[in-house]
């Protein structure tokens, strides 16, 4: 039995517009998916996954499409569940060259789903890890995070972006522009999250994105803006963590604070623009800002979900917690550590 855990994540900036070759700035959050795999005698696949929104469900089946079991849930809600799982499975067997390799596979994760933490990745990420790993073929870091980012891309009908994998595999914050994935230093900065109890589908609203830029000259010029906002971003914390120093506990100064949430209030206000907030949303940043954060943004694809604010106090999380529409507030430690094996 072997047992896998990874981190999901906030955006500080860069969300959608990453999609398109835009730069992005996520970073992994003390919030965690574990994934056990136990290699079966047989090539089926079983799936205990207690925490969806179905209210818990478990299924067997063989893999493929074709071969789906007999389960008293409409289909496409199992599939829309049990794609991620499934396709890390696929990964799984692909890299370990075992086409016809069984499971039992048990997910567990304090990550909310669809909220914009990246709990896809998280699942992925831990899935593609313990697999191989029950299997005898563990896969290095950067190989893992490029098979994660290939079943998001997959299950996300070929949109997506190597940013939340490759955050969850690696920890800590990352850029990621293209294929080009690079860990980066920044300081401990002080994470606060709103979340609504909602959710949003990545691949509708990806989607929604992508119809506007092709509709709309202004709505590409929107994307290429939010590239703007992260290239700001990043230099900022490039300055605030000097070459070949490690950020990890260093304090952010209270102007590289206000000035990364400036950025940030101008980033939600370009994803707005694009459809992808919504009015718990915006409620939740609005109430942040107004108990004194220097910035919030919605964080992942939107629609519902999680914002991400800026506060070292605690005065953004009571102010969220009493915020209408606002389910759970909470203080979100950067995870320095990625992808971890908790059992071997
Ligand atoms: N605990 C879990 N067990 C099984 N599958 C999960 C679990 N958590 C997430 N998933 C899978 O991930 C899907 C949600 O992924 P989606 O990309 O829509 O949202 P997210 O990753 O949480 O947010 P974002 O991509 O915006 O950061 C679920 O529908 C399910 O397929
Ligand atoms: C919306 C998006 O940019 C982030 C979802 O967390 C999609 C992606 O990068 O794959
Ligand atoms: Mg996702």
Redesign the pocket.
Known sequence: MTVCEAPGKV?LFG??A??YGEP?VPAAIERRAAVTAEPRSDDHVRVEAEDLSLDGFTVEYSGGTSDRPDVDVPTPLVEAAMGYVDAAVEQARDAADAPDAGFDITVESDIPLGA?L?SS?AVVVAGIDAATRALGEPLDRRELADRAYRA?YEV?DG???R??TFCSTMGGAVRVEGDDCEPIETPNLPFVVGFDGGAGD?GE??AGVGELREEYEFAADTVASIGDVVRTGEALLEDAVPEGESGGDAEPSPELLSELGELMDFNHGLLAALGVSARSLDAMVWAARDAGAHGAKLT???GGGCIVALDASDATETALSFTQGCEEAFRAELATEGVRVVEP
């Open positions: 955006y969300e959608h990453v999609v992005a914009g990246g990745a998001e996300q949109q997506a972006s940013a939340d990545t609203l990806v992942g694809a939107g």
